[in-house]
């Protein structure tokens, strides 16, 4: 990363800030810094206990602080806690000074990842109807982010050189078709995954396609139909 900016990514508990970040910053080679993590070692208690003990009042103040004097770093990446960027102090500065990345999933995927959390305050008692409400709450603030993901190129030719060299190095009887859906649901739906691949294989004839989608997937997993 040319930019002595810092890398920062924002979004819902559960959008995976942390495990990416960490990611990045090793793929890049600078800081990883987890806002979440320094407030617990600051407070010397996790989120749950600050929310528990102290309130939330007492953990975004203590947030906000910690938040600007992290980016007050040069070149590293940060991970914000769920609520940071909704924090008017928080967001200027991000958006003033600094990269800013929404990590933006499926509103289920979301749900089914923190409903019930303990280590979410918010969500540890909350019904799917409350999350969804901070979700739809938070989502046009996030939404001001400098990135955003994108949908995914709809062109065979995009994937056409990856896809001829997985051609090339596992062939016909290696390759078995999958996707992430309904993950991946922000960047392309599972209609537009399956049409793309059929578009690739169908040129390699009707016995390729059904190895690719379901034959070697049986053998694999040894789902052959017992002989009668």
């Known amino acids: 990363m040319n930019s002595n900016k810092n890398l920062v990514f924002l979004g819902m508990m559960g959008s995976g800030k942390s495990a990416i970040g960490a990611m ?5 080679n600078i800081p990883f810094i987890d806002i979440d993590n320094l407030i617990e070692e600051h407070a010397g208690m996790s989120v749950s206990e600050i929310f528990e003990v102290n309130g939330e009042g007492y953990f975004r ?9 992290s980016l007050k770093h040069k070149k590293v990446v940060v991970s914000l806690g769920g ?13 003033t000074n600094h990269f800013s990345f929404w990590l933006n999933w499926d509103d289920l995927v979301l749900i089914k990842r923190i409903k019930g959390s303990k280590k979410r305050p918010l969500a540890s008692k909350s019904t799917e109807q409350k999350i ?4 739809n709450k938070r989502k046009n603030i996030y939404s001001k982010a400098n990135l955003k993901q994108q949908p995914a190129p709809m062109e065979v030719a ?30 392309g739906d599972y209609a537009s995954v399956l ?3 059929s578009a690739y294989f169908e040129s390699k004839g ?20 017992p002989s009668l």
């Open 206 to 225: 009707n016995g390729v396609m059904a190895k690719l989608f379901y034959k070697n997937a049986e053998g694999f997993y040894g789902l052959d139909k």
């Open 158 to 187: 995009f994937y056409k050189e990856v896809l001829d060299l997985a051609w090339g190095c596992y062939g016909e009887d290696r390759l078995v078709f999958g996707s992430d859906w309904p993950v991946t649901r922000t960047s």
């Open 61 to 69: 103040n203590l947030e906000e602080k910690i938040t600007i004097k």
């Open 24 to 28: 990045v910053s090793k793929k890049l």
């Open 132 to 135: 969804k409400a901070i979700i």
């Open 83 to 95: 609520g940071g960027f909704v924090n008017d102090k928080i967001r200027k500065d991000i958006l």
């Open 195 to 197: 049409k793309l691949t």
